[in-house]
């Protein structure tokens, strides 16, 4: 004794959400209508943030600290030492962090791509953070007349 032909799509189905008995074929129809009028999404942009801003904010940061360091505090007072961890331990990272995120945010939407340009910039912002500008000149020149070059200030 077998099933007749097209038995499980003619077998009826406790929905989990109302309770109530619908037939498969019923079901499939809503999951395929819903699926129908889905819209498709922007893709997931991985690099998106704010990184200009953060790339400005950890410039300035970094002078003024290496400012301080240099004209007021001696390497050997704990304020001199608490400055220079400052600007050598977080914010020459922090700079060149955001060096690469921003290069790579501008290669994902298709705006600029700088290349291996990127990977020296961030190497000299290491031990030199106002390459920064350099980058920032860099940017600029390669689309001039690209208003969405600006869009994270």
């Not at 309770?19 to 922007?42: K, Q, R, S, W, Y």
């Not at 220079?84 to 690469?100: E, M, N, S």
């Amino acid at each position: 004794m077998g099933l007749p032909a097209g038995y499980l799509l003619r077998r009826p189905y406790v929905s989990a959400v109302s309770g109530t008995l619908m037939p498969i074929d019923a079901i499939l129809f809503v999951v395929n209508t819903h699926d129908a009028t889905t819209h498709e999404e922007p893709p997931e942009r991985r690099f998106t943030g704010p990184w200009l801003r953060i790339l400005v904010a950890a410039v300035v940061g970094w002078s003024l600290l290496y400012g301080l360091d240099q004209l007021l505090f001696a390497p050997a007072t704990p304020a001199g030492a608490v400055v220079g961890f400052g600007h050598a331990y977080i914010l020459a990272p922090l700079v060149t962090a955001a060096i690469l995120l921003d290069s790579l945010s501008l290669a994902e939407r298709g705006l600029a791509d700088l290349g291996l340009f990127k990977w020296l910039y961030g190497l000299i912002a290491l031990f030199a953070p106002p390459i920064a500008v350099l980058y920032y000149l860099h940017r600029e020149w390669l689309k001039p007349e690209n208003p969405d070059l600006l869009g994270a200030i």
